[in-house]
């Protein structure tokens, strides 16, 4: 299996704040990762699919980028409603799909 | 606009079978590639598997394929999840959700498949 980690697992920033969520992976898989949203007791949203393309009526505060194993989810202004747990998850070729262990983000 | 609804019991004993379904308006099941994936309390994502109906594949997480079975239901727009045998550890939030693909030409011979789930379900809370 492709393993998925992310830092850190947790930070606090103030709203307009820059800030950036890593996620690695355990070997090379191209820009074959996506980064989800999850607020707080709902379903997770896609939020970017490969690598860095942002899936629509996303705000473009969020960007993505990074190749092969190292990969940055980037808020570039904190928003109160980006209050949330951050996932990525990698879709290469093999199974299983595997999703990072998360990112919560707390406001200041 | 697609929608994705959960139903299912929200209780189960030990030992037991749950079965979940996942029924899809605003697409058609016999397209894309249909997902569950659950959240065990304050934890992070597992995928469980996912099936593809026109291409007859079924892909399933090595960790539960021993007691998972994915099925799809074209007459009602529905695929469903079970999971037998249940223990403590099965406890969590379980969400279907819709894998689709973007395919993009990288050179004139070769494009990239990117896989992403983009619809999912609000959820179905199931305690063991």
């Known amino acids: 299996d492709i393993q998925v980690t992310q830092s850190p697992s947790s930070l606090s920033a103030s709203v307009g704040d820059r800030i950036t969520i890593t996620c690695r992976a355990s070997?090379?898989?191209?820009?074959?990762l996506n980064w989800y949203q999850q607020k707080p007791g709902k379903a997770p949203e896609l939020l970017i699919y490969?690598?860095?393309t942002l899936q629509s009526g996303v705000p473009p505060r969020f960007s993505g980028s990074g190749s092969g194993t190292e990969f940055t989810l980037t808020i570039s202004s904190l928003q109160p409603e980006d209050l949330a747990t951050y996932f990525c998850?990698?879709?290469?070729?093999?199974?299983?799909?595997?999703f990072g262990p998360g990112t919560k983000v707390e406001i200041k | 606009q697609v929608q994705l609804q959960q139903s299912g019991p929200g209780l189960v004993k030990p030992s037991e079978t749950v079965s979940l379904t996942c029924t899809v308006s605003?697409?058609?099941?016999?397209?894309?590639?249909w997902s569950w994936i659950r959240q065990p309390p304050g934890q992070g994502l597992e995928w469980i598997g996912h099936?593809?109906?026109?291409?007859?594949?079924?892909n399933l997480n090595p960790s539960l394929q021993s007691r998972v079975s994915i099925s799809v239901d074209p007459s009602r727009n529905q695929f469903s999840l079970k999971l037998i045998s249940v223990t403590a550890a099965d406890t969590a939030v379980y969400y279907c959700?819709?894998?689709?693909?973007?395919?993009?030409?990288?050179?004139?011979?070769?494009?990239?498949?990117?896989?992403?789930?983009?619809?999912w379900g609000s959820g179905t809370t199931v305690i063991v």
């Open positions: 998850q990698q879709s290469y070729s093999d199974f299983p799909r595997t």
């Open positions: 070997q090379g898989i191209s820009t074959f």
């Open positions: 490969g690598a860095f």
């Open positions: 605003g697409a058609s099941i016999t397209n894309d590639h």
């Open positions: 099936i593809y109906y026109s291409g007859g594949n079924i």
């Open positions: 959700a819709r894998e689709t693909v973007k395919i993009v030409a990288k050179t004139p011979k070769n494009s990239y498949h990117y896989y992403f789930m983009d619809v």
